[in-house]
């Protein structure tokens, strides 16, 4: 969060408001300015994110991360402009002791002052430059009329993971404009998968913005390695293994129309996340029906035999058949999990 004047960390005191006259946003990036008078941008990439906060020019800048309400880790070191640490706020993970959420913070300019701060009665710690335990976050100055830009990556395996994806899908970015264009590129080639003639601007327009909001799934959970070969942590056994993991889908009527459109537009993606439901079934004994990120028990019925089905009947096959055979058994004659 960008404060501008002078550092406050209580959540309610440092919110300010915006106006969407005041706004961009669009696939590929977002561009506000708040009523406080900072001027935040940021491009997306998998995995991390490029940001921009522009300061008003008679003003110091601050940047507060918080860790939330439950477990983090915060270092800080100012040499080097980068801030990292771990968080875990997770309550659907199945081995919840496990699991942290690395992240990695590149900055571009140097740090005025630095601190940590705690968020259950928002104590603040100027000049500490590491801490772990229940809320905490950090916070970090800027010259006054700052403008930075930030890097930020996460894993869940890793600090090294986070790195390697930050440098990987950040790494030689200079500014956020290149950023910018890569992720409009790569938007443009995803929403061209489907070529409308005819009808209305506004039938146009409901279309395309449909088709945006659908390849916005499936969420990926696998990452990277330094050799590019995919890797995940399960969030069903906190074990680490080779391979694609989706998660973040209840199946929720996702089975009648979100599903059946991605087995057309991105088969082999949907390959990998079939593959991804039986590896969840052979970790956890269940395929999923509300996975956020692992199992949440949320949802009735065995909608992943609906989507196998579909899968297959769609020409999809490379999963194995009688595998997912065995499992559909397994969901139909057996209670379930909760």
């Avoid at 935040?40 to 939330?68: C, W």
């Avoid at 081995?95 to 140097?110: G, I, K």
């Avoid at 259950?120 to 700052?146: C, M, P, S």
């Avoid at 058949?321 to 004659?333: D, G, I, N, T, V």
Wanted: charged fraction near 25%; aromatic fraction near 14%; proline fraction near 4%.
């Amino acid at each position: 969060m960008p404060v501008a004047w002078k550092l406050v960390v209580n959540q309610e005191e440092r919110a300010t408001g915006f106006s969407h006259d005041n706004e961009t946003a669009k696939p590929h990036y977002y561009k506000v300015t708040l009523d406080n008078g900072i001027t935040t941008e940021m491009a997306p990439t998998t995995q991390g994110v490029h940001l921009r906060f522009s300061f008003p020019k008679n003003e110091e800048g601050y940047l507060i991360l918080d860790g939330y309400t439950d477990i983090s880790e915060i270092h800080i070191d100012p040499d080097k402009r980068q801030i990292t640490g771990w968080v875990n706020n997770q309550r659907f993970v199945n081995e919840p002791s496990t699991f942290r959420n690395y992240f990695v913070v590149q900055f571009d300019q140097p740090f005025d002052s630095w601190g940590i701060w705690e968020n259950q009665e928002d104590k603040v710690f100027a000049g500490q430059l590491t801490v772990a335990g229940k809320g905490y976050g950090a916070y970090i100055r800027f010259r006054k009329g700052t403008t930075v830009q930030a890097k930020a990556a996460s894993s869940y395996i890793s600090y090294e993971q986070a790195r390697i994806t930050l440098g990987r899908k950040l790494g030689k970015d200079k500014t956020l404009e290149v950023t910018k264009a890569r992720g409009a590129k790569t938007w443009n080639e995803l929403l061209n998968r489907v070529l409308v003639e005819g009808g209305t601007e506004e039938q146009m327009r409901t279309f395309y913005s449909c088709l945006f909001r659908a390849n916005l799934f499936s969420r990926k959970f696998y990452e990277r390695d330094a050799d590019d070969q995919p890797y995940y942590y399960s969030p069903y056994d906190g074990k680490i293994y080779s391979g694609y993991m989706y998660t973040d889908n209840g199946f929720w009527d996702t089975f009648r129309s979100q599903f059946p459109l991605t087995n057309i537009l991105h088969p082999t993606m949907q390959g990998r996340y079939m593959n991804a439901l039986l590896d969840a079934y052979d970790q956890y004994g269940w395929l999923p029906s509300w996975s956020a990120l692992g199992e949440t028990g949320g949802m009735i019925g065995n909608h992943a035999i609906s989507l196998l089905t579909d899968a297959w009947v769609k020409g999809i096959r490379t999963f194995d058949p009688e595998r997912a055979l065995r499992a559909y058994a397994h969901e139909a004659m057996n209670k379930g999990p909760w």
